[in-house]
């Protein structure tokens, strides 16, 4: 009996016909094409990710624009340098994407390159960084939204951005791809109408380029005169660094590999040249137009608004255009927010499965989605948004510190990689080349915003971040603790009967009404071994046949490809063959029941029941991790599967006994 059973129907309550309303139904783990089916093209892929760099152009430029203050003649320069740094970042991720094609996001490329330190830094990075993404991304849209609309109504701001945040947590609980799909018109809507603005904002003033290139000049003779070369060097460069929010999306493609459809790499490449060609040319063509236009910030409005308003007021439809450009970036930039929900849970899942964060941010909901992670990053972006106010400048300063020491920190890995290949791959040179340059303009920009913003908020992303890792390191020494009792629990254990017999030998020997332990297992260790040795220790001679019942719990970790679902049924399968050998070695006729899904709890109830038909006089057993001293974080930290399960069989009239493993945590160093 091997059962990939479906959610088990259950009275249709309000609570359960609103959950369904909202979220949708569970996924059906028995179809082959479901991975397939979740998976994003290229195009939608553009869409989930690359809106997040696409849409920094409405607040990047207009920040390193007005960094410039009366030296607006530098904006030239400033839109090549902004456009070859987004090329040359976006470059630098497609190689990474090369390298690490199951997900090439900073934790994983710091880990494996820099060791778990620089790991847990550059995680604990992404994880404020992606939770700033969704907080300035609304704040943003907000900001875009309402400035063409009456300024007596920018007191419903902040509660319309609180609005879009909840709706955005609830489709992304429902599933990557409905979320995406969802939001597709107003992507393409921005699209066109940023093309119009930007291609009619230039050619607009061709005859007038010939003055505007003269002017300059003489703007750029009088500032060296006056400033001197270092210091118009130092406001180009301060100007080009509080723009760094321009480049705060381009990580996104590569973190989020493991949601794109097959072959990845190539997907994941592709998508990342859509991003870098999108935000390359419209960030630079804003700052080019800002110039030509002689945009000036206006108390209410973004500059994109202003400029929109100059380019098509007087225009045939000019004020639909205006409508619905700017309703088109504000709408895009809540699709950017989808960055967060989509790559700031899978950083979560990745640092859940190395045990720097709580093991159930790797779990999946029937959705097949993290769900906890999802809500984390919500209520984490709502608290952001409620204690900045929405103020987009200020949470561009917290937001870009994190992402540059994300991507500094990547591109410092990947010059350790082509150092230590630099004999067996002839393209080190280029790679190093490359990733050196990278490099240099991250760290430059990294440097900068800190030492220029860190009074002004800057401050309290480091804190914070700070605190995160201390956070992560605590939690990995708990783990790490409890790990080492447990293996001194399995190696008090000594050597174990093992029958030299196969196991599936046992269940012909097996009477149906003969009394049964029947002993949820997880995995093959020192819980489970001391839970089967303890039954006969407390009930010795009564219980005739043992039933190991396991659930294969889909978490992230294993739900990353067609394969996925398959290898963890035959893990499962392996580990309960070790149980039925230990039986064997004991004597007592066993055999097994699996099932794969991704809630454990309601899985392991339904297996249980169908057990409890089969064997009419069967007793359950789970074992239970106790400590000696229980403190409050141990439920964050622990399932308690066991005593879940236990409730749920007690109330159908079943009986189980939980049997506890002393845990003791002996200090770490």
């Not at 203050?69 to 400033?78: C, D, I, K, R, T």
């Amino acid at each position: 009996m091997d059962p990939i059973a479906s959610p088990e129907s259950r009275p249709a309550t309000l609570r359960r016909r609103l959950r369904r309303l909202l979220i949708g139904r569970p996924r059906d783990l028995r179809d082959s094409q479901l991975f397939h089916r979740l998976s994003l093209i290229p195009f939608l892929a553009w869409v989930g990710l690359g809106a997040d760099g696409l849409s920094s152009s409405a607040y990047g430029p207009e920040e390193a624009f007005k960094a410039l203050n009366e030296h607006a003649y530098l904006a030239v320069a400033l839109a090549a340098l902004m456009a070859v740094t987004v090329l040359l970042i976006s470059a630098a991720y497609r190689r990474i994407i090369e390298e690490f094609p199951s997900g090439g996001g900073g934790y994983v490329v710091a880990s494996s390159l820099l060791g778990p330190g620089a790991g847990v830094v550059s995680g604990a990075a992404l994880l404020v960084d992606y939770v700033l993404t969704i907080t300035v991304s609304i704040a943003a849209a907000g900001d875009a939204l309402f400035s063409f609309l009456p300024l007596s109504w920018n007191e419903y701001k902040l509660a319309v951005e609180f609005g879009f945040i909840l709706v955005l947590t609830t489709l992304n609980i429902r599933g990557v791809r409905e979320s995406v799909m969802a939001l597709l018109p107003v992507f393409l809507l921005f699209l066109v109408t940023h093309a119009v603005l930007i291609g009619g904002g230039i050619l607009g003033h061709l005859p007038e380029l010939p003055s505007t290139a003269r002017a300059v000049r003489d703007g750029f003779a009088e500032g060296t005169a006056t400033l001197g070369v270092s210091g118009l060097l130092l406001l180009f460069f301060r100007a080009y660094s509080l723009g760094g929010g321009t480049y705060t999306g381009i990580e996104a493609v590569s973190n989020g590999l493991p949601i794109m459809r097959e072959p990845k790499v190539e997907t994941g490449k592709r998508t990342m040249v859509y991003m870098a060609t999108s935000l390359a040319f419209t960030a630079s063509g804003l700052l080019l137009c800002y110039l030509l236009w002689q945009i000036a910030p206006v108390p209410g409005k973004t500059m994109n608004a202003v400029l929109t308003e100059r380019l098509a007021t007087g225009l045939p439809f000019g004020g639909t255009f205006i409508v619905l450009t700017l309703f088109s970036e504000a709408m895009l930039l809540v699709v950017a927010a989808q960055a967060g929900f989509l790559d700031g849970p899978r950083v979560l899942a990745n640092m859940a499965v190395d045990s720097w964060v709580p093991h159930r941010f790797a779990a999946l909901s029937e959705r097949l989605t993290t769900q906890d992670g999802i809500l984390l990053m919500g209520a984490a972006a709502l608290a952001a948004l409620f204690y900045t106010g929405g103020s987009v400048g200020y949470l561009v300063v917290m937001y870009s510190i994190n992402v540059f020491l994300t991507f500094s920190l990547s591109m410092l890995a990947m010059l350790r990689f082509w150092g230590r290949h630099r004999r067996t791959r002839p393209e080190w040179v280029s790679r190093t080349v490359l990733f050196g340059a990278a490099l240099v303009l991250c760290v430059t920009i990294l440097v900068i915003t800190v030492y220029e913003k860190f009074a002004q908020g800057g401050w309290i992303t480091v804190v914070i971040t700070c605190l995160v890792i201390a956070l992560c390191f605590t939690i990995r020494r708990h783990y790490r603790r409890v790990t080492l009792e447990l293996d001194q629990l399995y190696r008090e254990l000594g050597e174990l009967p093992q029958s030299a017999k196969p196991a599936k030998a046992a269940v012909d020997t097996i009477d149906p009404r003969g009394p049964t332990a029947a002993v949820l297992v997880g995995s093959y260790g020192g819980v489970g071994i001391h839970t089967v040795l303890n039954i006969f220790r407390v009930f010795p001679g009564h219980f005739k046949n043992l039933v190991f019942v396991s659930v294969g719990v889909i978490d992230s970790g294993e739900f990353k490809g067609e394969h996925g679902v398959e290898d963890l049924r035959q893990r499962t399968r392996e580990m309960l063959g070790n149980y039925l050998s230990l039986a064997s070695g004991l004597g007592v006729p066993a055999t097994a029941r699996m099932t794969i899904g991704t809630e454990a709890v309601e899985e392991a109830e339904k297996l249980c029941l169908e057990v409890a038909r089969e064997f009419p006089h069967v007793v359950f057993f789970a074992g239970k991790m106790i400590f000696q001293r229980e403190k409050w974080y141990h439920r964050l930290l622990h399932n308690e599967t066991a005593l879940a399960v236990e409730r749920r069989l007690r109330w159908m009239g079943k009986t189980m006994v939980t049997l506890p493993v002393r845990v003791q945590t002996a200090r770490v160093r």
